[in-house]
């Protein structure tokens, strides 16, 4: 079985038995969100997105939608039920407020219940794993070095998007999730392409690391499992990331994170309070902070934040080094 296919198969393996399960419950959608349907839709997203831009792109494209939907909608239930358990034990917050959260959510879940039945996820038979691995196996799956080349490549172009992306902000940012959560959300697929090709993407380090990436060499970052590379297994030709540069992404995948955790919570609250009074946008955003306390960063503050941090690590350029090469397993030693 070419190492394509075997990937594949590898997070359906994960994800079946999951769906299998979410199909004999009440709320099949629930299910998913509760035990981490999330993860291997992730990998097979990430999987799919990749191939997509080697070859076959028509196809893998149509495949990666099927992915993108049901994560996409679990993301969705996930940012109303998350900013609801956050704030719930506040009593600054207006129980309308939690309400409303709460309601979205379980809006959210129906939402998905819906699409798993029309989708075929659930069906016991010819469900929609099994329609998509019949899809992959008429692939023309490439050589393991012809792969790993073209590997590099969209690696390469994918971070020339990147920084296309900042630079036309010009780390000037009005737009939380348009801009911030955008661009988290593309640095954080160059972070998840090593854990779905499963050994194909490898760590590298040279001699004397540039000084200015210890900043972002924190002992969270560099102990992170995301920032362990599963096993090479039996991969004889693989991509090489330098490790310094790959802590640096990661650190910026976190900080970004958190700013836009942040930022969401406030956009959350100022949705809730239109939605359930009668209040103008800009008294909206007074009463979301009046609510939230003088302790919570206003949106443009976070945005400012962002940029800042974007701007440093952009015009370190780390990104364009992140990629070593690509190397036959005979020439490590």
Same mark, same amino acid.
């Given at each position: 079985?070419?190492?394509?296919?075997? &990937?594949?198969?590898? @997070?359906?393996?994960?994800?079946?038995?999951?769906?299998?399960?979410?199909?004999?419950?009440?709320?099949?959608?629930?299910?998913?969100? &509760?035990? /981490?349907?999330?993860?291997?839709?992730?990998?097979?997203?990430?999987?799919?997105?990749? %191939? *997509?831009?080697?070859?076959?792109?028509?196809?893998?494209?149509?495949?990666?939608?099927?992915?993108?939907?049901?994560?996409?909608?679990?993301?969705?239930?996930?940012? %109303?039920?998350?900013?609801?358990?956050?704030?719930? !034990? /506040?009593?600054?917050?207006?129980?309308?407020?939690?309400?409303?959260?709460?309601?979205?959510?379980?809006?959210?879940?129906?939402?998905?219940?819906?699409?798993?039945?029309? /989708?075929?996820?659930?069906?016991?038979?010819? !469900?929609?794993?099994?329609?998509?691995?019949?899809?992959?196996?008429?692939?023309?799956?490439?050589?393991?070095?012809?792969?790993?080349?073209?590997?590099?490549?969209?690696?390469?172009?994918?971070?020339?998007?990147?920084?296309?992306?900042?630079?036309? *902000?010009?780390?000037? @940012?009005?737009?939380?999730? *348009?801009?911030?959560?955008?661009?988290?959300?593309?640095?954080?697929?160059?972070?998840? %392409?090593?854990?779905?090709?499963?050994?194909?993407?490898?760590?590298?380090?040279?001699?004397?690391?540039?000084?200015?990436?210890?900043?972002?060499?924190?002992?969270?970052?560099?102990?992170?499992?995301?920032?362990?590379?599963?096993?090479?297994?039996?991969?004889?030709?693989?991509?090489?990331?330098?490790?310094?540069?790959?802590?640096?992404?990661?650190?910026?995948?976190?900080?970004?994170?958190?700013?836009?955790?942040?930022?969401?919570?406030?956009?959350?609250?100022?949705?809730?309070?239109?939605?359930?009074?009668?209040?103008?946008?800009?008294?909206?955003?007074?009463?979301? %902070?009046?609510?939230?306390?003088?302790?919570?960063?206003?949106?443009?503050?976070?945005?400012?934040?962002?940029?800042?941090?974007?701007?440093?690590?952009?015009?370190?350029? /780390?990104?364009?080094?992140?990629?070593?090469?690509?190397?036959?397993?005979?020439?490590?030693?």
């Amino acid at each position: 079985m070419k190492p394509g296919l075997s &990937r594949f198969n590898y @997070f359906f393996d994960q994800l079946q038995p999951i769906l299998t399960t979410a199909s004999k419950q009440k709320n099949p959608a629930l299910w998913l969100y &509760r035990n /981490n349907a999330r993860t291997p839709l992730f990998m097979l997203e990430a999987l799919a997105k990749m %191939y *997509a831009g080697l070859h076959n792109r028509k196809k893998f494209s149509k495949i990666k939608a099927h992915f993108k939907l049901l994560e996409d909608s679990l993301g969705a239930i996930d940012y %109303y039920d998350m900013v609801a358990r956050d704030l719930v !034990n /506040n009593k600054k917050i207006p129980a309308r407020v939690i309400t409303y959260l709460q309601a979205q959510s379980r809006e959210k879940l129906q939402s998905l219940n819906e699409i798993l039945v029309d /989708n075929d996820w659930l069906a016991p038979t010819d !469900n929609r794993i099994r329609k998509i691995q019949k899809k992959l196996s008429e692939v023309n799956w490439l050589d393991e070095s012809d792969e790993v080349k073209l590997m590099a490549e969209f690696y390469g172009e994918s971070i020339y998007g990147i920084v296309e992306f900042t630079e036309g *902000a010009n780390y000037q @940012f009005a737009n939380m999730e *348009a801009e911030v959560h955008e661009l988290r959300r593309k640095l954080r697929w160059l972070s998840i %392409y090593p854990q779905a090709v499963r050994g194909a993407i490898q760590l590298g380090k040279t001699k004397v690391p540039p000084k200015h990436l210890s900043k972002y060499c924190t002992k969270e970052i560099t102990n992170s499992p995301f920032n362990k590379m599963p096993d090479r297994a039996e991969a004889r030709y693989f991509l090489l990331l330098e490790q310094k540069y790959f802590y640096a992404l990661s650190w910026m995948i976190a900080e970004l994170g958190k700013l836009k955790d942040n930022g969401l919570h406030i956009i959350a609250v100022k949705e809730a309070l239109e939605q359930t009074t009668n209040v103008t946008d800009e008294d909206a955003y007074k009463k979301t %902070y009046q609510i939230l306390g003088k302790e919570q960063s206003g949106l443009q503050q976070l945005l400012d934040k962002a940029g800042t941090v974007c701007k440093t690590y952009f015009k370190e350029q /780390n990104l364009e080094h992140l990629v070593m090469g690509t190397n036959p397993l005979n020439d490590q030693h």
